[in-house]
């Protein structure tokens, strides 16, 4: 059974950084694409940043050039670097998992899309 944790997320003032990690267990698929969502309260789900089996990485244009996401293979682990964070990152932040990977561009899909989540670690960023 696939089971994805996150941890990371807390409170820091604006400018500064986190990073969230996803710890993958049960997880076997070689093809996949994984990534990070988030939402805010009162709002949608919303794709932040992406990474595939082969390595390439999408990112929403609200955080290019401030986030990073990453992935240690070995440690079956995801990361999200967070830089220069700013009140609106503020949000419930969900490692999700989608395998078989078909290829298509793993930016592209929606949180409902994935086929695994985790529980979410919250980020607040204070002014």
């Known amino acids: 059974q696939v089971q994805l944790v996150e941890s990371g997320g807390g409170s820091v003032q604006a400018g500064g950084s986190l990073r969230l990690s996803c710890a993958a267990s049960?997880?076997?698929?070689?093809?996949?694409?994984m990534g990070w969502f988030r939402q805010a309260p009162g709002k949608e789900h919303e794709g932040v940043a992406a990474i595939d089996s082969e390595g390439s990485t999408s990112y929403a244009d609200s955080v290019k050039g401030r986030f990073t996401i990453s992935q240690d293979a070995a440690e079956n682990t995801l990361y999200l670097q967070m830089n220069s964070l700013k009140p609106e990152d503020t949000a419930m932040y969900y490692c999700?998992?989608?395998?078989?990977?078909?290829?298509?561009?793993?930016?592209?899909?929606?949180?409902?899309?994935?086929?695994?989540w985790g529980k979410g670690t919250l980020v607040t960023i204070s002014s």
């Open positions: 049960g997880y076997t698929y070689r093809s996949y694409c």
């Open positions: 999700a998992a989608l395998s078989p990977w078909l290829g298509y561009p793993c930016g592209g899909y929606d949180y409902g899309d994935m086929d695994y």
